[in-house]
């Protein structure tokens, strides 16, 4: 039978809507809602390939999980014996050293039921604060500067305002890539508007940013100079709203005086621009009708994050550029249900219904909602300090649940400590394969998307439902119930009141966490799933009552302080937390790649995700490449203070010379190392506790590894040869794996490596682990005086997969053999001559898999945008590849009229 669900996507925090197809107990297709508000029907690369990451078993946890010992082997369980063997440790470790002992780190992708009992569950039960989610890493500068700022939490802005804006600053945020859907209808209001502006700061030459009507291409972490002297112009240009800072704020004039020592030719040379370029920026900003900016994690993962986003507001509040349509600080949250999270109060420094700990008042209300007493006033640990009091034994037991804390965290050889020391680890998951997984002592099975219902919040406060397509696989169960499960039996043993966790149903969750905001800033005391299914999503607040939600908060320049005023704050620039030397000369930029998401444990299922960007790289300018050598290929050492890992180099001028980038995606899953956050800096905001994650001093150097493999299978099941393939990863120096679609529909694995030489019984293990078969199927090929070795493997006169070690030419050429699934003619022993064939050139459109050199052929005859969408089809599906093919006509002369 068919169905199809009403739900949202997973991925970041746009809050898409999708609609599900299923049958047969199995996820179909996907097409987006035409009535969700949030996107109209749009969905990007990623969604639109959502079903393809649920749809192998492969890689799920189906079963729980026990480990009666470090260092043996995880058996299955049954439920009963997990959550049994759960709740009895974490009770344990409470009467033994206290409730402070035990901490739970969560995640932006649970949903807001599911963090609720998860919340409920600590604070309410446990008496601890120790809850702690990765959304510390994304979102609590951005939260913490509108709450000093505004009074609370929660952006003034909507997406309508994305339309409106006739100026809009994007700030820390590669929207084109990070949040493509909104990017789309920014890109049509701009063409609808050709007078509205862009000002993109970035310290990289994006796409986004080759797009933009002036782009400052700042120092990394010197965003709060730049805001300030953008301040010192407008105020010195009278372009500010007088009477408005008068009547509605507080704490100007000793902003003022701050702001006299940001004078544009100063604080442009710190950011290393052109004073002309700050003080159009700033005239643009504040003369225009409507100001919007729309900032993200460049802002927000810095040591003075919190500082970021209160330079910003700054801006907006003397300029009047909020409470009115397309205007307004506009934080873009990361993930699907931070949001949420941060609602149903699921971080170390707030309460339920953003409450605060340390507010006597509050903690009373809560103890009264709750029917309990003693709430602890005590902050728990946020993300960093939380492993840090894992690595020490302060922490006994930790439970994490949907995150990834070994790829995600900065400095992540710590994590990695933290997690072998400690004397008891959960891990609630869905997908076996992730970093973490290995220092489970429990480990239990969660449903993922498509198979669970609740609500999400997306980033214009609106709330959403989510719901189940299929039943889950295996024996996984949706988080709520997981933790309601163990709850009640912590329960059982440390209390004798009646029970906290009645909850039979998310539906039940949600009506206490609806009762908890009731005369709160975030009041939802008008919805329930029946208007949410009846009227669509909708936004917050929405109290009793209420005929819909609030579009714009502060319209009337009244803010949740306690006078009503909003706050300026003076905020002096601050250097990043680690500077470059002599030893770490360069500038490390982190950040987000198209068509991969987070750690890849969804997205990097799906082969043609892998398209655009097959391996991770690090990006360097020409001339510091030119300097070392190096080119553009080359794999480099890239260390800093704390850790070092090899990459591929990518050579480019995107990136100011002192600067390197690396993507955040690439974890052990896919490389020998644990990916870029080997090398990232815990240094913490001192106001949100957000780690820098976007930068570090590092050297870099090139990697004299000239043993060199490529290998491949096709056929089979691509996932379970990555797992099998995972662990020899990481007994080289340098290794990668991917997957890749063939022309037949089905998937093939690829491997690179690179040291200074392999042992022939690691080249036999890494053989077995592809499958590749031993017999007249198997054609060898070994010159012992140069070292090399090939293997191919032969199927039904196809090639079905091959070893190249020692030297890889040819690999070009078989691995699209193995691409194009077609039969070999001619004798065998040739396919070791067929190697002309040059690498298959840059994948740019991943819905028709369209190649920049089909492309810029196309304009070179004079395409314009509009024929490449009706003749090639790039662009046509979701148009996430637009702003990259625009960027393509700067590159081919004939395109000069377009």
Known sequence: MKTVTRSTCCYCGVGCGVLVEAEDGRITGIAGDPDHPANFGRLCTKGRSLPLTVQSMTGRVLHPEIRTARGAKREAADWTSALDLVAQRFAQVIEQHGPDAVAFYISGQLLTEDYYVFNKLAKGLVKTNNIDTNSRLCMSSAVTGYKKAFGADGPPTCYEDLELAQTVL???????????????????????????????????????????????????????????????????????DRAYIDAHTVGFDALKALVREYPPRVAADICGIEEHALMQAAEWFGASPAALSLYCMGLNQSSHGTDKNLALINLHLAARQLGKPGAGPFSLTGQPNAMGGREVGGMATMLAAHRDIGNAEHRA???????????????GLPAVEMFEAVRNGKIKAVWIACTNPVHSMPDIARVREALARAEFVVVQEAFAQTDTVPYADVLLPAASWGEKSGTVTNSERRISRVQAAVDAPGEAKPDWWIVNEVARRIEARLSSMSTLFPFDSPQAVFDEHRALTVGRDLDIGGL?????????????????????????????????????????????????AESV????????????????????????RVGALFAHAPEPALTMHRTDAARRGLKDGDLVTVASRRGALVLPLQVSDDVASGTVFAPMHWNGQFLNSGGINETTVPAVDPHSAQPELKHAAVRVQAADLPWRLVAARRGGDALALQAAVQPLLRERRYASVRIEPDADGNEMLIVSAADLRAPAEWLNRLHDALGLPHGEDLLEYRDARRGHEKRVAWRDNMIDGFMLAGGTNGAAALIDRLREAAPWSGPRHAVFVDGKRPPRDKVICNCKQVTQSQITAKIAEGADLAELKSTLGCGSVCGSCVPEIRRLYESVPAAAAH
């Open 170 to 240: 994007f700030a820390g945020s590669n929207m084109a890539y990070a949040h493509p859907v909104l990017f789309r209808r920014l890109e049509e209001a701009k063409a609808a508007n050709p007078d509205v502006r862009w000002i993109v700061v970035d310290p990289r030459r994006t796409d986004m940013a080759a797009m933009a009507d002036l782009h400052l291409a700042i120092q990394p972490g010197t965003d709060v100079a730049l805001f300030n002297g953008m301040l010192h112009h407008l105020i010195w240009e009278g372009l500010l």
């Open 581 to 604: 030397d002599a030893r770490y000369p360069f500038r490390l930029v982190t950040g987000r790649l198209r068509d991969q998401w987070h750690g890849m444990s969804r997205t990097g």
């Open 365 to 379: 209300e809560l103890e009264a909602l709750w029917g309990v007493s003693g709430l602890s006033d005590r902050p």
């Open 528 to 576: 329930s799933y029946a208007t949410l299914e009846a009227q669509g999503p909708q936004q917050w607040p929405f109290a009793a009552g209420a005929a819909h939600g609030q579009a714009r908060r502060y319209a009337d320049g009244t803010f949740a302080t306690g006078d009503g005023r909003a706050r300026f704050h003076a905020t002096p620039y601050l250097p990043v």
